[in-house]
């Protein structure tokens, strides 16, 4: 115990919600070893990196050791899965290690991702593979840089022992993620499902007191914390949508209260603009397709609205159907509102005019079927506006399509009264030169699972900084190549 990493925990959940979950530690790992350490992140947390990197460390982020105040613990959750309903889904691979004060004064879970079984486990092994943990640890990061709420990496750690994965041996690893918090809609399913409202109602007033602390005296405080977990839900899927990000499994318990981005798997980012792009190999009926997010997370949040109605009005049902109801029907305007301004700010109009919707829109159909690639149009559009229509227009290959539109967009940026110089630089601020594009994704993670981590090393390094030109970066601006074929991406349990 003195050679562990010394870390101030304060433990609200255990503390707080003693029943809704399982205290627990995790399978001690016969070799663990930090792979990757995020520094940056570390620092924030005021953690010692140097002491994370350590045996001592690498045994604590393996989830096998238990550091001083610490109170690890698997969560209990339910959530609907594909549509359908499991009313005991939980941590059946991970564990909330405990939580910590960062040093903005913001309260953030570590959490520990492949830590091997629990009771929640359900028949699998509980174990994580180095590929889905090195994706879950570049995605996280790459949103971030991107200015996306998300989850972040502290920890890739190998455990020394291979776990079978499509039939065959991957090395294990652990992921230590870093989040406001874990609570999902599936936490609150998991009790409402039982007839527990007092839970519900526990569960949800710690929710605000964590979240949206200056609600907690409202009268109308339970409809006021679902109208912010719809807003932030509805900010996060446009920002999603607007950079090209497909989740590729929204289920109700990979939907953080906090609206952060969690849980990802299978998921990646579209090349050309199609709203039917799925690249999750479970996804057979495109349920989670790209162009389907928005009214996915209207469906997850009805979901949570449900689990709340006894506490909207515990003397009349009806009437908190009626408000919740009013509440989750305006979810398609808020988030049109977040995606609509959006995308003024990636096609550079400051003002607000009453034809920037269907501009908007318009640009987008003229690209179906063109394989134009999404990320690279909105930086050529930044060269228009400077005055250079040929990088847009070579990218369609029906450049008479482009033509039309372009027209349409010269006619209202006419409209605007602030230089197009500054609007150019402005569109460069909001769109990335630099995605995780899944082909470097796919070698970078192919490349570390044979033991060479300089691919993924390069990569993150790059999305870092994805608004800036970097030197001799070309390779990861450029889309797929033609022999790339079609990406598939796995869940990794």
């Known amino acids: 115990m003195r050679d562990l990493p010394a870390i101030a925990f304060d433990n609200s959940y255990a503390r707080d919600l003693e029943g809704f979950y399982v205290p627990w530690t995790g399978t001690k790992a016969p070799a663990p070893k930090v792979l990757r350490l995020n520094t940056a992140l570390a620092a924030e947390l005021g953690l010692d990196a140097s002491a994370l990197a350590t045996d001592a460390g690498a045994a604590m982020l393996s989830g096998g050791v238990t550091p001083e105040g610490a109170a690890p613990l698997a969560m209990a959750y339910a959530g609907h899965q594909f549509g359908g309903f499991s009313p005991q889904l939980g941590d059946g691979r991970a564990l909330l290690l405990g939580e910590v004060i960062d040093r903005m004064g913001q309260r953030r879970d570590i959490h520990l991702k492949g830590s091997g079984r629990t009771p929640f486990s359900r028949g699998g092994d509980g174990k994580a593979v180095l590929g889905p943990v090195l994706r879950e640890y570049l995605f996280g990061e790459a949103m971030h840089a991107l200015g996306i709420p998300s989850t972040r990496a502290l920890a890739a750690t190998l455990t020394g022992e291979p776990v079978i994965r499509q039939k065959r041996p991957e090395p294990g690893a652990v992921l230590a993620r870093v989040a406001a918090s874990h609570l999902r809609v599936g936490t609150f399913q998991f009790f409402a499902a039982r007839g527990e409202v007092d839970k519900v109602r526990k569960l949800a007033d710690y929710a605000i007191h964590r979240h949206f602390p200056e609600i907690a005296d409202r009268s109308d405080r339970y409809l006021e914390l679902f109208r912010r977990v719809r807003d932030t839900q509805a900010a996060l899927i446009a920002q999603w949508v607007l950079v ?130 999404y990320t690279g149009l909105f930086r050529a559009l930044a060269a228009l506006v400077r005055g250079d229509v040929t990088p847009a227009r070579a990218l369609f290959a029906d450049p008479v399509r482009f033509d039309g539109w372009a027209g349409h967009y010269s006619r209202r940026m006419a409209g605007e009264d602030i230089r197009a110089t500054e609007r150019a630089k402005a569109m460069d601020r909001v769109n990335p030169i630099y995605i995780p594009r899944n082909h470097l994704v796919d070698a970078a993670l192919k490349a570390a699972e044979a033991g060479d981590m300089g691919p993924f090393d390069r990569l993150i390094e790059v999305l870092s900084a994805p608004f800036t030109p970097q030197e001799a970066a070309e390779a990861f601006a450029a889309p797929a190549p033609a022999d790339f074929g079609k990406f598939v991406t796995f869940c990794g349990t």
């Open 244 to 373: 090209g990000f497909v989740h590729g499994v929204m289920n109700t318990d990979n939907t953080a209260i906090s609206g952060e981005t969690i849980d990802y798997g299978p998921c990646a980012f579209i090349d050309a603009y199609d709203p039917k792009a799925v690249f999750s190999s479970i996804d057979e009926l495109g349920r989670y397709a790209f162009g389907n997010q928005p009214p996915i997370m209207h469906w997850n949040l009805t979901r949570l609205a449900e689990t709340l109605v006894e506490l909207v009005n515990p003397d009349d049902s009806d009437d908190a159907v009626r408000q919740l109801t009013n509440e989750i029907n305006a979810f398609p305007a808020h988030y049109q509102q977040f995606w609509l301004q959006g995308m003024r700010t990636k096609l550079g109009l400051f003002k607000k005019m009453p034809g920037d919707l269907d501009l908007a829109n318009d640009l987008l159909t003229a690209t179906e079927g063109q394989s134009v690639d």
